[in-house]
């Protein structure tokens, strides 16, 4: 029992480290995407890249770049919420109600970024092609199978989240039974 404890701390540790380097990480990411944006050929799809006309004024780019952020403060606030929970894990705390509000708010952003992706990159491709001259502007809408597994896996999470909260009650009312 202690070891399986020692361990579980042990993996959370590195996750929580992990996790962290990831949140430290998507900014910077982000804005050298956008700041070396002209020089970067392959910073968006094939059939993209052709249609957009380089280079791209600054401001436009500043523009697609806060609106694409959108994205990147959702994975933001996901990694934030996994750090938490795994900090939980960490100090031995498995079944409270502070884990099934991470979990919840975990599958909450899931969500949020599945509806977000498609709309986010419809307006950052329209932004980028507004350099493009009149008739050869772009609107491109999409969905792809990483945004339906975004939704199904924030699905997920949030049915795990309504389990842990009944075991949770399970587990209160047991311990205040005589």
């Known amino acids: 029992m202690r070891n399986n404890r020692t361990r579980i701390q042990r993996l959370c540790r590195y996750f929580q480290y992990l996790f962290f380097g990831w949140l430290v990480a ?13 020089r970067l ?66 599958s909450k952003l899931l969500l949020a970024q599945a509806i977000a992706k498609p709309v986010i990159k419809t307006l950052t491709i329209m932004i980028l092609s507004l350099s493009n001259p009149p008739g050869q502007r772009m609107l491109s809408i999409g969905l792809d199978f990483a945004d339906i597994s975004t939704a199904i896996t924030g699905g997920i999470v949030f049915v795990i989240a309504y389990v842990m909260e009944e075991g949770r009650k399970l587990q209160d009312e047991q311990t205040l039974t005589i």
């Open 26 to 38: 998507i900014p910077i990411v982000h804005v050298c995407i956008w700041i070396w944006f002209n």
């Open 41 to 106: 050929p392959s910073a968006m799809p094939q059939e993209i890249s052709g249609m957009i006309q380089r280079p791209i004024a600054p401001g436009i780019l500043a523009t697609a770049g806060i609106v694409s952020f959108v994205l990147s403060a959702l994975q933001m606030a996901m990694v934030w919420m996994l750090i938490r929970l795994f900090r939980l894990y960490r100090n031995g705390k498995f079944f409270l109600a502070e884990n099934v509000s991470c979990l919840w708010n975990i």
